[in-house]
């Protein structure tokens, strides 16, 4: 059984930080785009980032993102990261991890294949 659980979310200030995980069980993500979606109440799941587990470790930020947030891997443990700083209140959302058998990163949630159950991120003003 595939599975992707996400972890790490929680209430943080403006101007803050917060890392969340993404492990995966069932599925070894050596061949997977592994990507972040976020979705805020009335709103459409948006993409935020993903990466690409080929070789050239390939990343694309939503640019409402760049500079603020890092994805990273480890394949040993099987797990993507997301590093999240300088967080504004309007990066409230539920924060989902997702993949899908390939080496384009998509940005549209149709393409994934997988998804975790999300994990709230909130930021005060």
């Known amino acids: 059984q595939v599975q992707l659980v996400e972890s790490g979310g929680g209430l943080v200030q403006a101007g803050g930080s917060l890392t969340l995980s993404c492990a995966a069980s069932?599925?070894?993500?050596?061949?997977?785009?592994v990507a972040w979606f976020r979705q805020a109440p009335g709103k459409e799941r948006e993409f935020v980032v993903g990466?690409?587990?080929?070789?050239?470790?390939?990343?694309r930020y939503a640019d409402s993102v760049k500079g603020r947030f890092t994805i990273s891997r480890n394949n040993a443990r099987n797990t993507v990261y997301l590093y999240m700083n300088s967080l504004k209140p309007e990066d409230t959302a539920v924060y989902y991890c997702?993949?899908?058998?390939?080496?384009?990163?998509?940005?549209?949630?149709?393409?994934?294949?997988?998804w975790g159950q999300g994990t709230q991120v909130t930021v005060s003003s």
């Open positions: 997702a993949s899908h058998p390939s080496v384009v990163i998509t940005t549209s949630p149709l393409s994934y294949q997988y």
């Open positions: 069932g599925l070894r993500l050596t061949k997977d785009v």
């Open positions: 990466i690409s587990w080929s070789s050239n470790n390939n990343t």
